[in-house]
């Protein structure tokens, strides 16, 4: 049974920050990589980043680049996002997915996914 479940979401004031967690019982052994997308009301889901599972490589979307970290604890099952210099435009549900081992990291490849966090920032 596939498990991934968010949390650490909440409120914040514009320049703070929050980290947030995603237990994942397919993480470690059943996944390339492991991301972080985002849907703000109204709008489409978006990329967010993600890492490979092995290598510890990330990725991340222009939005986010250099103000979010994505990180990884296999012996927890645990992907970390950290967001830092939080802006309102950050404010969505967010959440984490994975992609089998035998698929390629790519945006359309997620096909793991969790319930979603709630993230406002105002």
């Known amino acids: 049974h596939v498990q991934l479940v968010e949390s650490g979401g909440g409120s914040v004031q514009p320049g703070g920050s929050l980290r947030l967690s995603c237990v994942a019982s397919?993480?470690?052994?059943?996944?390339?990589?492991m991301g972080w997308f985002r849907q703000a009301p109204g709008q489409e889901r978006e990329g967010v980043g993600f890492?490979?599972?092995?290598?510890?490589?990330?990725y991340y979307n222009k939005p986010v680049e250099g103000r979010f970290t994505i990180s990884q604890d296999k012996a927890k099952n645990t992907v970390y996002l950290q967001m830092d210099s939080l802006k309102p435009e950050d404010t969505a549900t967010y959440y984490c997915?994975?992609?089998?081992?035998?698929?390629?990291?790519?945006?359309?490849?997620?096909?793991?996914w969790g319930q979603g966090t709630q993230v406002t920032v105002s």
């Open positions: 997915a994975g992609v089998e081992r035998e698929r390629l990291c790519r945006w359309t490849e997620f096909s793991y």
């Open positions: 397919v993480f470690p052994h059943s996944t390339k990589c």
């Open positions: 890492i490979y599972t092995v290598g510890d490589n990330a």
